[in-house]
């Protein structure tokens, strides 16, 4: 009888500077690696696990390609006046049911106002990004919605990387992974008091509490840009962290939901925070884009385990 490392949330991130630990680990793993989520780090050929061993094992994964996850939290590049720039983080993944494309989903925060297309690549945690660093391409901002609700769909163009049930954490006060996974997504907003994290690129991990649900928001410096039914929280953040996932961690089960991404920060003397969040509700159920979000399938486990 074996033990899934999807249902047990065993997750193993490779680097290029220890291929010869990694081929070690294959070798012993190799009857178990079909259930292993593997995911290479940024590096230089990062998909692609060369073998350095000349033992017969060795053999059955040279130049094994290893999938790649962008996953919630991590970082969004864009190209701006020629220099690939950190713009904000990644939130989700989705497939359409309809149409079988997939996406990540985004804040559309500094996406509207960039010259179309806008091709997207990812940034993991680490090693930070540097612009002397190798791009890889996830795919280009196929929509973008940025008044009544707040959201971006990213359509996967790469085909390396895979849909992804992952957030990036960095939470002290659990015995965290480097990721969680995600068990599901909640529609219906937190209540107030209710403990709630974000993962972004910035802060990588920040956490704090419900403060108000169902409230509106006028986008600053935009007069006609207004969101409803808005969550606020009162937690640190950085502008990098915009996009990301908000999400909450049962303390008992340890089940991870999400329950919107990351639209916006407002500062307060003193060093106040609070942390607009675009509830999963909204992103759903808004009349003039109903068409297509109706058919979105958000991936959780369950959703990655029927891919």
């Not at 068990?183 to 509490?209: A, L, R």
């Not at 909450?248 to 060093?271: A, E, K, M, P, Q």
């Amino acid at each position: 009888m074996g033990i899934s490392p999807i249902y047990n949330r065993i997750i193993i991130d490779l680097s290029h500077a220890d291929d010869k630990e990694n081929d070690a680990f294959l070798n012993v793993s190799l009857p178990f690696e079909q259930f292993i989520i593997m995911n290479y780090l940024s590096d230089n050929n990062s998909l692609s696990l060369r073998s350095i061993s000349d033992s017969p094992s060795s053999k059955h994964h040279n130049k094994r390609i290893i999938d790649a996850y962008f996953q919630g939290g991590e970082g969004i590049i864009t190209i701006i006046n020629g220099q690939p720039t950190v713009r904000r983080s990644a939130g989700f993944s989705a497939i359409d049911i309809v149409t079988s494309k997939e996406y990540l989903i985004t804040s559309a925060h500094t996406l509207f106002n960039l010259r179309e297309p806008i091709d997207i690549y990812h940034a993991p945690w680490y090693p930070p990004f540097t612009r002397r660093d190798p791009l890889f391409h996830f795919g280009i901002v196929s929509h973008i919605q940025f008044n009544g609700v707040d959201f971006a769909l990213i359509e996967k163009q790469n085909n390396d990387y895979k849909l992804s049930p992952m957030i990036r954490s960095s939470v002290v006060e659990h015995p965290s992974p480097p990721s969680e996974i995600i068990d599901d997504f909640f529609e219906s907003p937190p209540p107030v008091g209710h403990h709630i994290c974000i993962s972004g690129y910035d802060s990588h991990t920040s956490c704090g509490e419900v403060t108000s649900v169902d409230t509106e928001y006028r986008y600053p410096g935009r007069r006609n840009t207004v969101f409803h039914s808005m969550i606020r929280a009162n937690m640190p953040a950085k502008y990098g962290d915009i996009g990301g996932p908000a999400f909450s961690i049962d303390n008992v089960s340890h089940r991870v939901t999400v329950h919107g991404i990351v639209t916006n920060l407002n500062f307060f003397r003193g060093g106040g925070y609070i942390v607009v969040l675009q509830p999963i509700r909204g992103i759903v159920n808004y009349g003039p884009t109903m068409n297509f979000t109706q058919n979105l399938l958000f991936i959780d486990l369950k959703s990655f385990g029927m891919l």
